[in-house]
């Protein structure tokens, strides 16, 4: 299997575009998750579903931000509007089941200006 | 709501020392623990792992133990290597739901 694939994984953007970061998680994981990882917040958890339903999304800063997994191999984090503070390295990760290890992919650096 | 806490970098280290960094964790019931490093410019990965208490997770001469009365879950080399700078990060998974959550990481730079 090729990991977890994040694209892009560089993005520039301009403040208050439209951003969509996509995942293709490990085939057979059931568990997907979103982080954002920067200098001063460290990794933050965002959102994670399970079998494609998400069950905890009490990390998404606001409601500028959503998430989606229409199927098991494809999930979105999309920032709309974005902001300069939005500006971080997103993650996306999959575990195979509960409390096993998760593979993360290799981030999506987001700048926006 | 649960939590976990490491120990302030960055921690500077000579070649061939001690290294340990500590990692304390708040969590009902009884989590799954993990140390993951993050080398500049990739992903985490797994260092090492241990899903109850008193047990040993091991690999590449790094340890940790599951010490569910102390709640912690130190990890320890005893002689880094140079190839060992990066960022670990300690977490845990909640038994029920599955929430994997981080601690704020702790850099390591080790000197030649």
């Given at each position: 299997d090729a990991g977890v694939i994040q694209s892009p994984r560089h993005e520039v953007t301009e403040m208050g575009q439209e951003v969509t970061l996509r995942c293709k998680p490990i085939s057979g994981h059931d568990y997907l998750f979103w982080y954002r990882q920067t200098m001063m917040r460290g990794l933050e958890l965002l959102i994670y579903f399970n079998n494609n339903v998400p069950?905890?999304?009490?990390?998404?800063?606001?409601?500028r931000f959503s998430a989606k997994m229409?199927?098991?191999?494809f999930s979105t984090l999309k920032i709309q509007p974005s902001e300069p503070r939005d500006s971080a390295v997103y993650f996306c990760a999959s575990s195979l089941m509960r409390n096993t290890e998760a593979f993360f992919g290799q981030g999506t650096r987001l700048t926006v200006v | 709501g649960n939590s976990v806490t490491q120990m302030e970098g960055p921690v500077t280290l000579s070649e061939e020392a001690f290294l340990t960094i500590n990692c304390t964790y708040t969590a009902t019931g009884y989590p799954s623990l993990f140390w993951y490093v993050q080398y500049p410019g990739e992903g985490l990965q797994l260092l090492l792992k241990a899903t109850k208490a008193d047990d040993k997770g091991s690999n590449k001469g790094f340890e940790a133990t599951y010490r569910k009365e102390t709640t912690s879950f130190h990890l320890e080399k005893g002689s880094v290597q140079v190839s060992d700078s990066a960022v670990y990060f300690c977490a845990l998974s909640e038994r029920q739901g599955g929430k994997l959550i981080f601690g704020q990481g702790t850099e390591l730079s080790v000197k030649p």
């Open positions: 069950i905890d999304d009490s990390g998404m800063p606001e409601d229409p199927n098991a191999s | -």
